[in-house]
T-cell receptor, first 116, second 111 residues
Framework: EAGVTQFPSHSVIEKGQTVTLRCDPISGHDNLYWYRRVMGKEIKFLLHFVKESKQDESGMPNNRFLAERTGGTYSTLKVQPAELEDSGVYFC??????????????FGSGTRLTVV | SQQGEEDPQALSIQEGENATMNCSYKTSINNLQWYRQNSGRGLVHLILIRSNEREKHSGRLRVTLDTSKKSSSLLITASRAADTASYFCATGRRGNNRLAFGKGNQVVVIP
């Protein structure tokens, strides 16, 4: 099966600009998650979709971040306006169940975002 | 909030040796998972151990879990150069689907 696909793989933008990250989960996976790793820190949960609904968005840092999953397929994460502290690697993951089975979660390769 | 914390954070070993990493966490968990990240790649799920399990094996991997000490260890036996990567532990908690990750261990296996 195809894995979780994220693009772009890298993005360099100026402070104040807008960036949209995209994640295509494994087909049939209802659960989609966004995580991010800011330089030197641990990977942090951002939010969880079940199909098109936001199940848990408690990790979203502020209202400059907007995630959508129209139709319950791919998801986008928009940062507007971007700030320097948003730089990091944004990971997407999907799972068919709740990620607590032997397969865990399947992660994408991540999008490395650099805000200058 | 729960958090996985690996120790040590950097490990350099010779090919063929065993590598051991530890992880501690702070709250009660439902499961603990280990992931590997090769440079520039995504996180790859290695193994999951449930809170009622004490030890689990998968190929050259051996994971232990001590819930009384809130700690886990990952052992990679007979390491290979291809095992060079960052290793993360992540805890899952009953009632939510978030994983809490630690900062990761960088393992370098020297051929």
């Amino acid at each position: 099966e195809a894995g979780v696909t994220q693009f772009p793989s890298h993005s360099v933008i100026e402070k104040g600009q807008t960036v949209t990250l995209r994640c295509d989960p494994i087909s049939g996976h209802d659960n989609l998650y966004w995580y991010r790793r800011v330089m030197g820190k641990e990977i942090k949960f951002l939010l969880h979709f079940v199909k098109e609904s936001k199940q848990d968005e408690s990790g979203m840092p502020n209202n400059r971040f907007l995630a959508e999953r129209t139709g319950g397929t791919y998801s986008t994460l928009k940062v507007q306006p971007a700030e320097l502290e948003d730089s990091g690697v944004y990971f997407c993951a999907s799972s068919q169940d709740l990620g607590t089975g032997v397969r865990g979660y399947t992660f994408g390769s991540g999008t490395r975002l650099t805000v200058v | 909030s729960q958090q996985g914390e690996e120790d040590p954070q950097a490990l350099s070993i010779q090919e063929g040796e065993n590598a051991t990493m530890n992880c501690s966490y702070k709250t009660s968990i439902n499961n603990l998972q280990w992931y590997r990240q090769n440079s520039g790649r995504g996180l790859v799920h290695l193994i999951l151990i449930r809170s009622n399990e004490r030890e689990k094996h998968s190929g050259r991997l051996r994971v232990t879990l001590d819930t009384s000490k809130k700690s886990s260890s990952l052992l990679i036996t007979a390491s290979r150069a291809a095992d060079t990567a960052s290793y993360f532990c992540a805890t899952g908690r009953r009632g939510n689907n978030r994983l809490a990750f630690g900062k990761g261990n960088q393992v370098v296996v020297i051929p």
